[in-house]
Nanobody, 124 residues
Framework: QVQLVESGGGLVQAGGSLRLSCAAS????????MGWFRQAPGKEREFVSA????????YYADSVKGRFTISKDNAKNTMYLQMNSLKPEDTAVYYC?????????????????WGQGTQVTVSS
């Protein structure tokens, strides 16, 4: 089993920044992908960003390219999402997840483990 704990959410004004963290513990994998997804009220969950743990290759949704940066700390088994130039439409619960077999980094259906989520609210 894998346990994922997100932190770093909060309330910020438009144009501000937040940094999310996702600490993973438990079983480890060699070729996994970790990703961030978000779900706003009344909307479906959507892909935000992902990173291949072994190669460091990154993926971003078009809506966050140039504003968000995903990174990882192998020693801490932690993934981060630096979010800059935040917009009200970024308001959502943000979830981190693990795709243990690198099936499809940008599709939520390929992920095996999910965190509880952290709320991000951007005021206008």
């Amino acid at each position: 089993q894998v346990q994922l704990v997100e932190s770093g959410g909060g309330l910020v004004q438009a144009g501000g920044s937040l940094r999310l963290s996702c600490a993973a513990s438990g079983r480890t994998f060699s070729n996994h992908v970790m990703g961030w997804f978000r779900q706003a009220p009344g909307k479906e969950r959507e892909f935000v960003s992902a990173i291949r743990w072994s190669s460091g290759r990154t993926y971003y949704a078009d809506s966050v390219k140039g504003r968000f940066t995903i990174s990882k700390d192998n020693a801490k088994n932690t993934m981060y999402l630096q979010m800059n130039s935040l917009k009200p439409e970024d308001t959502a619960v943000y979830y981190c997840a693990v795709d243990r077999n690198d099936r499809n980094p940008t599709s939520g259906t390929g992920y095996d483990y999910w965190g509880q989520g952290t709320q991000v609210t951007v005021s206008s």
